[in-house]
């Protein structure tokens, strides 16, 4: 990160998750060499080779955005630039671990900068190598391909570990479920 990406170092080594670390980490590794991220509870079903022309991938999240758990990507794509351009301004602490994670490096932070990217990139009428996909099947539809949980997709299944999930994941699940 120092030698890289040296304004993100700070914050890096600041975080007081590993898995805030974690997620800038996953960021900047894809940044600099592109290539495919799993997180280590997911299973490969099929082969990724017919995926791998697109610049930038990554599946939908539940109730909205996108997820962090896989992420393909070719080096340098401005999407990732744009994460870790910002990931010093989200670097706010949180009374909540799961919130904090969520917000500063995690998948609603990858969701907001993902919104942004995306308006910057339709008014702009962005380049085919700066585009950005969300997995879906044949119609268009993201929910088969959601890494919710513990799931088996067409592509991957995934364990469903949230080993990072905090005291508070529980509470937001369930205000999110009763509000």
Known sequence: ??????????HYKRYARTIQQANSLRYALLHHYGGVYLDLDITC???????????????G?????????FILARPRHGFLSSLLENLPRHDL??????VENMLTTGCMYLSNIWMEYVRNLLAS???EEDRVYILADQHGAPEPHML????KTPLFEHGGASSWHDWDAAAVVLIGTHY
Do not use: C, F, Q
């Not at 079903?45 to 599946?59: G, S």
């Open 148 to 151: 919710r949980g513990k799931v």
């Open 61 to 69: 999240a539940y109730p909205a955005g996108v997820n962090n758990a």
């Open 125 to 127: 009428d962005g380049a």
């Open 93 to 98: 602490r949180w009374p909540m671990p799961y």
């Open 45 to 59: 079903l099929e082969p990724l080779n017919n995926l791998m022309h697109l610049p930038l991938l990554t599946p």
């Open 1 to 10: 990160m120092e030698s890289h990406y040296p304004s993100i170092a700070p």
